[in-house]
């Protein structure tokens, strides 16, 4: 698989039923602006993400290939038992006295900060340093595709997707990057 697939399927799987899609029926169902709201999100993951991948290409440096590739095996193991368990909305603070663009890049910023998509996207920079742009442009698609269609749709269909199924599903296709992972070592 390619460094942007690879990147754009981690960061989808690892962002479905994650706080930030709450974060984005939040945000949708208070501002009612959803270019704005999807602007903000795409600027903060376009920031977090180069951070967060910057930081695995520096990490890169200071272990093994081998190190790396076990990493990665990990990474998505892990990512298939994180998926199972849903997230909470912990901070449900109002920005409603800021602008639908900058609430949904203050909030997506600080919501990013040591959540899953940020982890994976260390270790896809780890694992890809000689692709950092790939990776970045990946992860960010692969935030998008997972938050977008929940700002489009808002609340008309939220409370009828079956989670724990989609959680399921999405544990057992990380199960599988994890062994085929894990069989190119």
């Known amino acids: 698989m390619s460094v942007l697939a690879t990147s754009i399927t981690s960061i989808a799987l690892a962002e479905i039923g994650d706080k930030t899609q709450l974060l984005s029926l939040l ?10 709201i999807i602007l903000g999100i795409f600027t903060a993951t376009l920031l977090n993400h180069f ?9 890169a ?25 849903p997230d909470k909305l912990e901070d449900q ?10 609430a949904s890049f203050i909030a997506f910023s600080i919501a990013e900060i040591g959540d899953k998509t940020q ?8 694992q890809y ?6 990776v970045v442009l990946g992860t960010t698609i692969g935030m998008m595709l997972a938050n977008v269609p929940v ?3 808002g609340q008309l269909s939220a409370d009828k997707i079956p989670m ?4 399921k599903i999405t544990a057992v296709a990380f199960v599988i990057m994890a062994i085929l992972a894990w069989m190119s070592l």
């Open 151 to 153: 700002i489009l749709l």
């Open 27 to 36: 945000l949708i169902s208070r501002y009612r602006k959803p270019l704005s």
């Open 164 to 167: 724990s199924l989609v959680r």
């Open 119 to 126: 982890i994976a996207t260390s270790i896809l920079g780890a």
């Open 51 to 59: 951070v967060a991948a910057w930081f695995g290409v520096v990490l």
């Open 129 to 134: 340093s000689h692709a950092l742009g790939w």
């Open 61 to 85: 440096d200071f272990l093994s290939p081998t190190v790396l590739k076990w990493l990665v095996v990990l990474s998505f193991a892990s990512m298939a038992l994180w998926v199972l368990f």
């Open 93 to 102: 603070q109002s920005f409603s006295s800021r602008g639908p663009f900058l």
